[in-house]
């Protein structure tokens, strides 16, 4: 038996209507019954159907018919007891609320009438308030219950449009890792349909943005167009293409509905003319890295990372372009060893300065100079050349030197191996290690660039402050230099570069807003309001308040005030 909140709620807050809901009353005494009858029937506010039977057959007979809500049930009924027949109701109406009432107060029969789930055990002798407290209880838990039921089912229609969201969930789960957990990821991807199934073959194609950043909006636009192009032109070929936003990246995963018929293919023309169609519609240079060939859904972590191996090394993050997972490096190698040695030795002196330029914060330097050491490790032939190995580990050393003096590991992508800047016989070729610096490098520029704006914005902020602060004080820029701590030429340089005006123009756009406010909301005299916002020479401010707002200001004064 269940004594729950539903009670003192209705107590609270009235009883509820439950207009539709049904009650079936079950009493050997006709007299019992029918009064019982009749009562609920001049409850309009209940709004209840309700019926009586006598006996436990004909109780069985207008259950069936009449699929009541709630059985006000005698307990000690001739015949089959009252007990026994709430059993079998039960067995045709699961749901249904039993309520035990009977004139004996004897604690057997309330055990058990707990025995058999019941709603609620009433003596007889209680009164007929609490006998309507308990079925209008029962039926606030039937409807609550509905409720929870209505619920339930409007999440399961619901569950239908988070599908996509779940399956870009699956889809970077498998990116992030190049060995995934199989058993892990099984059961997710067997519940998004056909489209995980592990016999499919899965061809991936990379997609990066190698002009300036893109917009959300943009990139899903970019995105979803060239879904729909590769669904149009490669049918009526037995495809499905999924696609994601992963990081800068955007990922096409071609899946064969039928490893029978082949795996999946994209000419490169098409790619070519997808190129030409964002180029001319949105402004978007995308460059592309097609795997080179299909593989199974726990691969395309591992895929990932050799597609992006080799988007850095034809520097496709920088210039539009096609490529395929594994070419070679377009500049022809190396003739002889003796070339080799020659132009890593020109080289390596030089390597100290990729430290210098990061330290300066000349990012464009940087990247210049990397591509030059990752242009000459990719001519490589020889295996492992002593002087190449040298200017390898010297770049790794400049950059993880680096990486310690400004502790921004925690900036780099997930997929960088660290380990990888002292231990370069870890990867296959010179092609996939100028690949790898390539990437850590231009990660790092990425770093480097956030964290110098995220400084620059603390700076700003402090700066502002202090203006708007000592809007009556000298804010020429000597004296903001001494007091916030920085060179004036450098805090006047950065401040144009970061806010996009001079430091000069803001503090008079502080001070004249300043004046505004005092002329509108005090009766302070020109002059005072001249000094207090930092004016000594009234003349000098009155005109200096024109040129801004077009009037003077007490002509402002007076229009305003």
């Known amino acids: 038996m269940r004594r729950d909140y539903y009670t003192a709620r209705r107590k609270r807050g009235g009883m509820m209507n439950h207009s539709g809901q049904k009650l079936l009353i079950v009493d050997d005494e006709p007299t019992i019954a029918d009064g019982l009858r009749m009562m609920f029937r001049e409850r309009k506010e209940l709004g209840l159907a309700v019926e009586a039977a006598y006996s436990s057959k004909d109780a069985l007979l207008l259950f069936t018919a009449f699929r009541p809500d709630v059985v006000l049930l005698d307990i000690h009924i001739p015949g089959i007891s009252g007990l026994e027949l709430a059993g079998r109701m039960r067995e045709i109406h699961p749901a249904v609320k039993i309520i035990f ?41 039937i409807a609550y219950e509905q409720g929870l039921e209505n619920q339930y089912v409007e999440a399961q229609a619901r569950l239908a449009t988070m599908l996509p969201v779940f399956r870009d969930h699956l889809l970077s789960a498998l990116l992030a890792e190049s060995s995934p957990d199989a058993d892990a990821m099984s059961l997710t991807m067997n519940e998004l349909g056909d489209s995980f199934m592990p016999d499919h073959p899965v061809l991936v ?98 895929v990932y990372r050799s597609l992006q191996r080799t988007l850095a090394l034809f520097d496709l993050c920088s210039q539009e372009g096609i490529a395929t997972e594994g070419d070679r490096y377009p500049g022809e190698s190396f003739t002889s060893e003796d070339e080799e040695c020659a132009v890593v030795l020109r080289l390596l002196p030089r390597v100290e300065l990729l430290r210098t330029h990061l330290q ?108 708007n602060q000592h809007l009556a004080a000298d804010l020429s820029l000597n004296a903001l230099g001494r007091a916030t701590g920085f060179n004036p030429s450098y805090l006047s340089r950065m401040f144009k570069r970061e806010v996009g005006i001079g430091v000069h123009d803001y503090i008079t756009r502080c001070r004249i807003d300043l004046a505004r406010s005092l002329l509108t909301h005090t009766k302070m005299k020109i002059y005072e309001i001249s000094q207090k916002c930092g004016y000594d020479n009234t003349n000098y401010f009155i005109r200096n308040f024109k040129i801004l707002e077009g009037l003077t200001p007490q002509e402002y004064r007076n229009r305003h005030a």
């Open 205 to 302: 194609l990379l997609g990066r943005n190698c002009s300036e950043q893109m917009s959300f909006t943009r990139k899903g636009l970019v995105q979803l167009t060239v879904e729909q192009i590769l669904k149009a032109q490669l049918q009526p070929s037995p495809l499905q293409i999924l696609s994601t936003s992963h990081r800068e990246d955007i990922l096409w995963f071609l899946v064969g509905r039928d490893s029978e018929l082949g795996p999946p293919t994209v000419p490169m023309p098409l790619l070519e003319d997808i190129q030409g169609i964002l180029a001319e519609r949105t402004g978007c240079k995308l460059s592309f890295v097609l795997a080179k060939e299909a593989g199974s859904w726990m691969e395309i972590g591992r």
């Open 360 to 467: 300066s914060g000349n990012l464009e330097s940087f990247r210049n100079l990397l591509d030059e050491v990752c242009r000459v490790l990719s001519r490589i032939r020889n295996a492992y050349p002593l002087h190449t190995m040298e200017l390898y580990l010297a770049a790794g050393k400049t950059l993880l030197g680096h990486l310690n003096e400004t502790r921004l590991y925690s900036a780099l992508p997930e997929d960088i191996d660290l380990t990888l800047l002292y231990t370069p016989t870890q990867m296959q070729s010179w092609v996939e290690r100028a690949a790898y610096l390539n990437k850590l490098g231009r990660a790092l520029c990425e770093a480097a660039d956030t964290e110098r704006r995220a400084n620059a914005e603390t700076t700003i902020s402090r700066i502002k402050e202090y203006i």
């Open 101 to 141: 009432l009977t004139g004996y107060d004897y604690f057997e029969y309330a055990y058990k009438a707990i025995k058999q789930d019941a709603y609620d055990y009433i003596l007889k002798t209680e009164g007929d308030d609490k006998v309507i407290a308990a079925v209008a209880a029962a039926l606030d838990r």
